[in-house]
Nanobody
Framework: QAQLVESGGGLVQAGGSLRLSCASSGREFSDYAMVWFRQAPGKEREFVAGMSWRGTNVVYADSVKGRFTISRDNAKNMVFLQMDSLKPEDTAVYYC????????????????WGHGTQVTVSS
């Protein structure tokens, strides 16, 4: 399985921006979809955004459409999440995950996970 390491989280005021990064190592990056999930205290882990290997399959949660942008650099085995117009309800631990094939929105479909990075948005 891949080793995934997230970075870029932090504390930001509402309306601000953050850019999360996820570095993958340990296996081939090609043909694997990369996704972002998040989990707030007391809540289930929820899908945020996902992108297939070639970028032809891109999916966003309705709650982040128009504010978040997922991208990937396959040459560097990295995936990014640009988060703009952040809201307090975006506060959560953000995780990246990967699976062979297309991105799906169900956490149970992913076996490779990072340890997460905390994003806190103050009002």
């Amino acid at each position: 399985q891949a080793q995934l390491v997230e970075s870029g989280g932090g504390l930001v005021q509402a309306g601000g921006s953050l850019r999360l990064s996820c570095a993958s190592s340990g296996r081939e990056f090609s043909d694997y979809a990369m996704v972002w999930f998040r989990q707030a205290p007391g809540k289930e882990r929820e899908f945020v955004a996902g992108m297939s290997w070639r970028g032809t399959n891109v999916v966003y949660a309705d709650s982040v459409k128009g504010r978040f942008t997922i991208s990937r650099d396959n040459a560097k085995n990295m995936v990014f999440l640009q988060m703009d117009s952040l809201k307090p309800e975006d506060t959560a631990v953000y995780y990246c995950a990967s699976r062979f094939g297309v991105a799906t929105t169900t956490a149970a479909n992913y076996k490779s996970w990072g340890h997460g990075t905390q994003v806190t948005v103050s009002s």
